[in-house]
Nanobody, 126 residues
């Protein structure tokens, strides 16, 4: 079992940047496809970005393409989400999630993920 902890959320003005980080304990993250998801008030949890175990395959939601970048460091056991050109619509609780799967699989739906962090709040003011 793996425990995930997100950090790096906060309040930022529109157009600004934030970098979220997800640390893991219990097992090495190299065994897991990783993803970032978000949930705004009154909305369902949605996919933001995903990365395969070997980092060869990456997917983004259309709404964040060109603005967000997901990366992983299997030595440091961390996954990051660099968020640039933030918009008020990006305001949500952001969750890191893990799924034990094949080397090249990218997960894009919440119900396929086995482990979740507690979430970190991102608020973008206009």
């Amino acid at each position: 079992q793996v425990q995930l902890v997100e950090s790096g959320g906060g309040l930022v003005q529109a157009g600004g940047s934030l970098r979220l980080s997800c640390g893991a304990s219990g097992r090495t993250l190299s065994s897991y496809a990783m993803g970032w998801f978000r949930q705004a008030p009154g909305k369902e949890r949605e996919f933001v970005a995903g990365i395969s175990r070997n980092a060869y395959n990456i997917r983004y939601a259309d709404s964040v393409k060109g603005r967000f970048t997901i990366s992983r460091d299997n030595v440091k056991n961390t996954v990051a989400l660099q968020m640039n050109s933030l918009e008020p619509e990006d305001t949500a609780v952001y969750y890191c999630a893990a799924d034990q799967t094949t080397l090249t699989t990218v997960r894009t739906t919440p119900d396929t993920m086995d482990y979740w962090g507690q979430g970190t709040q991102v608020t973008v003011s206009s």
